[in-house]
């Protein structure tokens, strides 16, 4: 079945610096990922649309510049956390969707926790 | 963003015991999936839904897609201690690998001996 990796699994950094995930898909290739943010005790948000070769699409109330998203090849995304506070400390989760399976439904990778200390 | 409205939204039930726990929206969904979510893991599919109507099975797990295609119900029958964790519904509104999903707010499980 699809698998998408996602690393690291857990980041602690100092507020003010920045953090990258990366989010890969294993065997099959992703023109599109999806970035999701979960606080504790809550559903999954929706951040932003990672497209292959072109800029995101950020959900409203999600800052560009804040989240930055590179999707510059078929099986990587990356979302980079820049200037962190503690504020944006959270569980990330990448998804994408092997269009080769019959099922609508999307892999997601293992999630990565972020500590902004 | 919007969300889908869950409920419970947590249930403590003992081993053995059927489990129900449903999912509205106020818009319409062409696809609803069904997930479920350990702690500090990503979430896992477990069944998804095409047409309205539609009742699945996967193993113990039932869904149903609602006629108004606006509500969708998973039940788990004979439940067992590794069903513990937290049960997410999802609306798809397109099919193409681009469509977003929505996400409901969640029902937390908790499995007694």
């Known amino acids: 079945g699809a698998v998408v990796s996602q690393h690291p699994s857990w980041v602690i950094c100092k507020s003010g610096t920045s953090v990258k995930i990366e989010c890969r898909s294993l065997?099959?290739?992703?023109?599109?990922m999806f970035w999701y943010r979960q606080f504790p005790k809550q559903s999954l948000m929706l951040m932003a649309t990672?497209?292959?070769?072109?800029?995101?699409?950020?959900e409203q109330g999600v800052e560009k510049d804040k989240f930055l998203i590179n999707h510059a090849s078929l099986t990587l995304s990356t979302l980079t956390v820049t200037s962190a506070h503690p504020e944006d400390s959270s569980f990330y989760i990448c998804?994408?969707?092997?269009?080769?399976?019959?099922?609508?439904?999307?892999?997601f990778g293992s999630g990565t926790r972020l500590t902004v200390v | 963003g919007q969300q889908l409205n869950q409920s419970p939204q947590s249930m403590f039930i003992q081993e053995g015991e059927d489990v129900s726990m449903n999912c509205t929206s106020s818009?319409?969904?062409?696809?609803w999936l069904w997930y479920k979510q350990d702690p500090g893991e990503g979430p896992v599919l477990l069944i998804a839904?095409?047409?309205?109507?539609e009742l699945t099975s996967n193993g113990r797990l039932t869904a149903q897609f609602g006629i108004t295609r606006k509500d969708s119900f998973l039940n788990i029958s004979a439940s067992i201690p590794s069903d513990v964790g937290i049960y997410f519904c999802?609306?798809?509104?397109?099919?193409?690998?681009?469509?977003?999903?929505?996400f409901g707010t969640g029902t937390r499980l908790q499995v007694t001996l």
């Open positions: 998804s994408a969707r092997d269009p080769k399976m019959d099922s609508y439904g999307y892999t």
């Open positions: 065997d099959f290739q992703a023109t599109t």
């Open positions: 990672s497209n292959e070769g072109s800029k995101a699409t950020y």
């Open positions: 818009s319409i969904f062409n696809t």
């Open positions: 839904l095409y047409k309205a109507g």
């Open positions: 999802a609306g798809q509104l397109a099919t193409g690998t681009a469509s977003k999903l929505t």
